[in-house]
């Protein structure tokens, strides 16, 4: 039903819903029938009205009544169809109206007009029903169908006394608290993921400087050691200069030490700049003497195993 509401309403600049009101006088024909099913089927115990007429509207062919209720202050709606044939022909059941709706500023029909009205229909209705139990025989138990006809519809319409209704209410309130529980679940999950996220990415950052940093080392011991290898000419240790990043420390240094072996490449201990008149080729090398350098040793081993 509320969903109904919505697709007829407009809004106002504070999001409360407006309807086009219908001209109606108070004590004119459509109000004293509006009363009059009001009457017939909304009294309370006390013999008084639940509901007052907060406004008579139209939209487009649809005319309604908003119903405000006395004790709860929620309203309702109360459709209802008019017509020179048929008369005032009100809707079976009533329509709860949004939450969002409030009585305008400015009301439709005065208060004080409106309370004068309902005192004097309200002292009429009491005055002809003392008038019928007047005519009633007292001893009379029979019961009047048509007073238990009306008495169900006024315990119909009173969803206050339904034991169903009230605990659809409680399940209803208890289903909008675990939502919003689950809400604030899912946005302290959603902060948390962003935490991470920016840790993840921070960490990220770091291991790439690292990584950055060590290839940057082992680029230089590896050109180091390829420098070493001076007596061999630029294209012999081209291959190794181009996978410098690619070959390890030992496949740079067994590949120059074999390629040394097959050229039988004469070298001395010094560079050329430092270079003493003691001349070592792989011939002469053995392991007496101390001064050797590593790679050097790495040179003889090579052309050991290839019995060079």
Not at 126 to 135: A, L, Q, R, V
Not at 225 to 234: G, Q
Request: proline fraction near 3%.
């Amino acid at each position: 039903m509320l969903e109904k509401m919505q697709e007829i309403l407009t809004k106002d600049e504070g999001g409360t819903p407006v309807f086009n009101t219908y001209a109606v006088e108070i004590g004119g024909g459509l109000w004293d029938a509006i009363y009059e099913y009001m009457w017939g089927h909304y009294l309370d115990e006390d013999y008084c009205l639940i509901y007052s007429i907060d406004g008579i509207f139209e939209d487009g062919d649809q005319k309604f009544a908003i119903l405000r209720n006395r004790k709860d202050l929620t309203y309702y709606r109360l459709n209802f169809s008019l017509t020179e044939e048929n008369g005032f022909q009100p809707a079976e059941e009533l329509e709860k109206v949004s939450p969002d709706y409030k009585s305008a500023e400015t009301p439709q029909f005065a208060l004080e007009e409106v309370e004068a009205y309902e005192a004097e229909f309200k002292k009429s209705k009491e005055e002809k029903k003392e008038e019928e139990d007047n005519k009633e025989d007292p001893k009379s138990e029979e019961k009047d169908p048509e007073d238990e006809d009306e008495k169900k519809k006024k315990d119909k319409y009173n969803l206050e006394e339904v034991v169903e209704y009230q605990e659809l209410l409680e399940k209803y309130s208890a289903l909008e608290s675990k939502i919003e529980e689950l809400n604030v679940e899912l946005k302290n999950l959603k902060t948390a993921n962003n935490s991470l996220t920016e840790e993840k990415e921070n960490l990220t950052e770091q291991l790439n400087t690292l990584n950055e940093f060590k290839l940057k080392i082992d680029r230089e011991k590896k050109q180091e050691l390829i420098d070493s290898f001076y007596m061999l000419s630029d294209d012999l240790k081209k291959d190794c200069v181009d996978n410098i990043d690619t070959y390890s420390l030992d496949d740079i240094e067994a590949k120059l030490s074999v390629i040394c072996v097959r050229n039988k490449v004469s070298f001395d201990l010094d560079k050329p700049e430092e270079k003493k008149e003691v001349v070592f080729n792989l011939d002469s090398v053995d392991n007496s003497y101390d001064d050797i350098p590593a790679w050097v040793q790495r040179v003889q081993a090579v052309a050991k195993e290839k019995n060079i």
